[in-house]
């Protein structure tokens, strides 16, 4: 059985075998699934990818989507085009199949649940931001997508890479981290930041926290 | 034929018009952003690309609201959809006519409905204009020898 999230696949070039992972790494273009049923914010996001190195594959749909990552919805097993994806980035409004209930699928997939999924929206609609989180997204952007938005993003896989292994336990429980991300809280666990203060502005100093799940992850790997 | 300096401070200064009178905002700067040499072309995609989504969207307003009984649900999909493209690309006015718009599809409103169609078109049909004459000021620019700021 091909073991789809660890092999990566040139697409101009035979198949390569064994794994990807050697020294090329660092310079390993990240590769997105942008899903929007919009022509035109697919172009955008396409190229705001493309402008930010990264290697971007852009569908129309959810149900594509699924395809492209190999599982179809009728078969429930995962296909053999085990092209690697770091990232996939959705709109939650789309006919259909909906962005969230894209994310749900996948994250009820034992091979693409460790795929970081990030939510795009026109609505900032904070119930709608929640429920997102809450299934297991990575991230929720207001649209119109810019390029900030984007490199955030970038910064963020990154980090997704070195911690990887440490979050092998899958999409932790988020709900449970939730509730201590509460912004009015001015502490965090003091094993994350060795500064004496835990207040939020000093725990910056090692990371980045300018979006709230990143402060969850970074919460996770320290319990 | 005008000279280079000249076609320049037109391209500007009629760009400059476009924001300040709020037909386009900063999502069309940020596009303008992302073009480069390897892809020099890129504004002028997506926005004939906003304008072969809009038409079609127009075309089933205009359908949709024609009905003896009129499908509301389906009028506030297409003004949502309408709203999301001319957002992603900057275009303000006809963002902003498709806010109100879905709040009268909202209150089922025919009238309120049939309303902002019309106004909608209208500011579809000048944004168009004036893009397109930016561009034509744009490749003025560059057949003379300029470079586009």
Not at chain 1, 67 to 74: S, Y
Not at chain 1, 127 to 135: A, F, H, K, P, S
Request: hydrophobic content about 35%; proline content about 3%; charged content about 30%.
């Amino acid at each position: 059985m091909a073991r789809n999230g660890v092999i990566s696949r040139r697409i101009r070039s035979d198949k390569i075998e064994g794994f990807e992972i050697s020294a090329m790494d660092s310079q390993k273009e990240v590769h997105v699934l942008a899903v929007d049923d919009s022509l035109v914010d697919r172009k955008v996001i396409e190229r705001l990818l493309k402008i930010s190195s990264c290697k971007v594959t852009a569908v129309d749909s959810g149900r594509r989507a699924l395809q492209f990552l190999g599982i179809d919805e009728e078969k429930k097993t995962v296909g053999f085009d085990g092209l690697k994806v770091d990232l996939i980035i959705t709109d939650y409004c789309m006919p259909g199949m909906t962005g969230y209930e894209l994310l749900k699928k996948i994250k009820e997939s034992s091979a693409l649940r460790e795929i970081p999924v990030v939510i795009m929206s026109s609505e900032n609609i904070l119930t709608r931001i929640d429920r997102c989180l809450e299934e297991g997204a990575e991230d929720f952007i207001v649209k119109p997508v810019k390029l900030s938005d984007v490199k955030r993003l970038r910064d963020y896989m990154k980090r997704e890479d070195k911690n990887h292994s440490e979050n092998r336990g899958g999409t932790v429980n988020k709900r449970k981290l939730r509730e201590t991300s509460d912004p009015s809280l001015s502490t965090y666990p003091s094993s994350i930041s060795s500064s004496s203060s835990s207040s939020p502005s000093s725990s910056s100093s090692s990371v980045e926290l300018d979006s709230p799940t990143r402060r969850l992850k970074m919460t996770n790997t320290d319990l | 034929m005008e000279g280079v300096a000249q076609l320049r401070r037109q391209l500007v200064d009629y760009l400059t018009s476009l924001f300040q009178e709020g037909f386009l905002d900063n999502q069309f700067t940020q596009l303008q952003q992302l073009q480069d040499e390897s892809n020099p072309d890129f504004v002028v995609e997506v926005v004939n690309l906003f304008f072969e989504d809009s038409e079609r969207l127009l075309n089933e307003l205009t359908k949709a609201l024609d009905q003896p009984s009129v499908d509301f649900k389906k009028v506030d999909s297409h003004v949502h959809q309408l709203k999301g493209s001319s957002s992603s690309i900057g275009a303000q006015r006809v963002q902003n006519v498709c806010i109100a718009f879905r709040n009268y599809c909202e209150e089922h409103n025919i009238e309120g409905c049939l309303n902002c169609l019309q106004q909608v078109k209208q500011e579809y049909s000048l944004v168009k204009n004036k893009l397109e004459t930016l561009f034509k000021l744009e490749q003025q620019l560059l057949a003379a020898g300029g470079s586009v700021p």
